[in-house]
Protein backbone atom coordinates (compact mmCIF):
# COMPACT_ATOMS: atom_id res chain seq x y z
CA UNK A 1 0.00 0.00 0.00
CA UNK A 2 1.34 3.64 -0.96
CA UNK A 3 0.99 5.24 2.70
CA UNK A 4 3.18 7.50 4.00
CA UNK A 5 2.61 6.47 7.91
CA UNK A 6 2.44 3.07 6.66
CA UNK A 7 5.97 3.35 5.17
CA UNK A 8 7.27 5.22 8.31
CA UNK A 9 5.59 2.67 10.91
CA UNK A 10 7.87 -0.39 8.65
CA UNK A 11 10.41 1.97 8.95
CA UNK A 12 11.13 1.97 4.90
CA UNK A 13 10.85 5.76 5.23
CA UNK A 14 12.79 7.37 8.62
CA UNK A 15 11.05 9.43 10.95
CA UNK A 16 12.15 11.25 14.37
CA UNK A 17 10.45 9.11 17.20
CA UNK A 18 8.74 10.70 20.05
CA UNK A 19 6.74 7.39 21.35
CA UNK A 20 6.58 4.07 20.01
CA UNK A 21 4.40 0.76 21.89
CA UNK A 22 3.20 -1.73 19.66
CA UNK A 23 0.02 -0.17 18.93
CA UNK A 24 1.11 3.81 18.27
CA UNK A 25 3.86 5.49 17.19
CA UNK A 26 4.16 9.06 17.31
CA UNK A 27 6.78 10.98 15.60
CA UNK A 28 7.71 14.83 14.51
CA UNK A 29 5.87 16.81 11.64
CA UNK A 30 8.06 17.24 8.74
CA UNK A 31 6.95 20.46 8.12
CA UNK A 32 5.73 21.39 11.72
CA UNK A 33 3.28 24.20 12.73
CA UNK A 34 5.84 24.89 15.89
CA UNK A 35 9.00 23.09 16.48
CA UNK A 36 7.87 20.00 18.41
CA UNK A 37 4.59 19.52 16.54
CA UNK A 38 4.07 15.91 17.02
CA UNK A 39 1.28 13.26 14.83
CA UNK A 40 0.26 10.31 16.89
CA UNK A 41 -0.82 7.69 14.31
CA UNK A 42 -2.15 3.93 15.04
CA UNK A 43 0.27 0.87 13.66
CA UNK A 44 -2.45 -0.51 11.77
CA UNK A 45 -3.86 1.44 8.53
CA UNK A 46 -7.04 3.29 9.36
CA UNK A 47 -8.17 5.81 7.61
CA UNK A 48 -10.40 8.24 9.61
CA UNK A 49 -12.34 8.35 12.99
CA UNK A 50 -15.21 5.77 11.24
CA UNK A 51 -12.36 3.77 10.13
CA UNK A 52 -11.42 3.34 14.13
CA UNK A 53 -12.84 1.26 16.69
CA UNK A 54 -12.87 2.63 19.88
CA UNK A 55 -10.15 0.52 21.49
CA UNK A 56 -7.56 2.19 19.38
CA UNK A 57 -8.91 5.53 19.39
CA UNK A 58 -8.89 5.38 23.58
CA UNK A 59 -4.65 4.31 22.90
CA UNK A 60 -4.47 7.08 20.94
CA UNK A 61 -5.88 9.78 22.57
CA UNK A 62 -3.87 8.04 25.52
CA UNK A 63 -0.73 8.94 23.77
CA UNK A 64 -1.88 12.21 22.54
CA UNK A 65 -1.99 12.94 26.46
CA UNK A 66 1.60 12.27 27.02
CA UNK A 67 3.05 13.87 24.13
CA UNK A 68 0.94 16.78 24.84
CA UNK A 69 2.54 16.63 28.68
CA UNK A 70 6.14 16.19 27.31
CA UNK A 71 5.67 19.31 25.30
CA UNK A 72 4.70 21.29 27.97
CA UNK A 73 7.32 19.93 30.50
CA UNK A 74 10.44 19.83 27.78
CA UNK A 75 9.94 22.81 25.22
CA UNK A 76 7.83 25.01 28.05
CA UNK A 77 4.68 25.46 26.25
CA UNK A 78 2.20 27.17 27.96
CA UNK A 79 -0.60 24.93 25.98
CA UNK A 80 -1.17 22.88 23.12
CA UNK A 81 -3.82 22.09 20.11
CA UNK A 82 -5.00 18.89 19.48
CA UNK A 83 -6.42 18.38 15.77
CA UNK A 84 -7.64 15.68 13.49
CA UNK A 85 -8.11 17.00 9.91
CA UNK A 86 -11.10 14.19 9.71
CA UNK A 87 -11.29 13.77 5.33
CA UNK A 88 -9.74 15.43 2.76
CA UNK A 89 -12.72 18.20 3.02
CA UNK A 90 -10.86 19.06 5.96
CA UNK A 91 -7.91 19.41 5.04
CA UNK A 92 -6.89 16.01 5.52
CA UNK A 93 -3.72 15.06 2.81
CA UNK A 94 -2.39 11.52 4.52
CA UNK A 95 -5.35 8.99 4.44
CA UNK A 96 -3.69 7.03 7.56
CA UNK A 97 -5.59 8.75 10.95
CA UNK A 98 -3.52 10.96 12.87
CA UNK A 99 -3.80 13.51 15.46
CA UNK A 100 -1.35 16.50 14.85
CA UNK A 101 -0.47 17.83 19.02
CA UNK A 102 0.95 21.28 18.32
CA UNK A 103 2.89 23.26 20.96
CA UNK A 104 1.65 26.97 21.51
CA UNK A 105 3.94 29.81 22.62
CA UNK A 106 2.80 33.58 23.45
CA UNK A 107 2.35 35.65 20.37
CA UNK A 108 3.03 32.44 18.07
CA UNK A 109 0.64 34.28 15.81
CA UNK A 110 -1.40 30.95 14.80
CA UNK A 111 -4.73 31.82 14.05
CA UNK A 112 -7.68 29.29 14.33
CA UNK A 113 -10.68 29.10 11.80
CA UNK A 114 -12.64 32.33 11.50
CA UNK A 115 -16.26 31.77 13.52
CA UNK A 116 -19.46 33.05 12.51
CA UNK A 117 -23.01 33.50 14.01
CA UNK A 118 -25.81 31.53 13.72
CA UNK A 119 -28.77 33.27 11.62
CA UNK A 120 -32.25 33.32 13.35
CA UNK A 121 -33.34 29.44 14.26
CA UNK A 122 -30.59 28.18 12.21
CA UNK A 123 -29.29 26.79 15.20
CA UNK A 124 -32.35 24.91 16.45
CA UNK A 125 -32.69 23.19 12.76
CA UNK A 126 -29.22 22.08 12.81
CA UNK A 127 -29.72 20.66 16.43
CA UNK A 128 -32.62 18.90 15.39
CA UNK A 129 -30.80 17.15 12.52
CA UNK A 130 -27.57 16.05 14.35
CA UNK A 131 -29.03 15.61 17.85
CA UNK A 132 -27.89 11.80 19.30
P1 LIG B 1 -2.92 16.18 7.29
O1 LIG B 1 -2.99 17.40 6.41
O2 LIG B 1 -3.77 16.30 8.53
O3 LIG B 1 -3.18 14.91 6.50
O4 LIG B 1 -1.43 16.15 7.83
C1 LIG B 1 -0.42 15.40 7.27
C2 LIG B 1 0.86 15.84 7.95
O5 LIG B 1 1.86 14.89 7.66
C3 LIG B 1 1.39 17.21 7.46
O6 LIG B 1 1.44 18.11 8.57
C4 LIG B 1 2.77 16.88 6.90
O7 LIG B 1 3.72 17.86 7.19
C5 LIG B 1 3.09 15.56 7.59
N1 LIG B 1 4.02 14.69 6.86
C6 LIG B 1 3.92 14.30 5.58
N2 LIG B 1 4.95 13.48 5.27
C7 LIG B 1 5.69 13.34 6.39
C8 LIG B 1 6.88 12.62 6.71
N3 LIG B 1 7.52 11.86 5.81
N4 LIG B 1 7.36 12.72 7.98
C9 LIG B 1 6.72 13.48 8.90
N5 LIG B 1 5.59 14.17 8.65
C10 LIG B 1 5.09 14.12 7.41
ZN1 LIG C 1 -1.14 3.86 6.36
Same mark, same amino acid.
Given at each position: MDCIFCKIISGEVPSLKVYEDEFTLAFLDI %??? %??? &?TLVVP @? @? &??? %?FEDADEETLCRLIKIVKKVGFSLKN %?????GYNVAVNNDPIA?????HLHFHVIPRKENDNIKLWPQRSYAGGEATEILKKIKI
Open positions: %NPV %NPG &H @K @K &HLV %N %NLSAPGQVVP
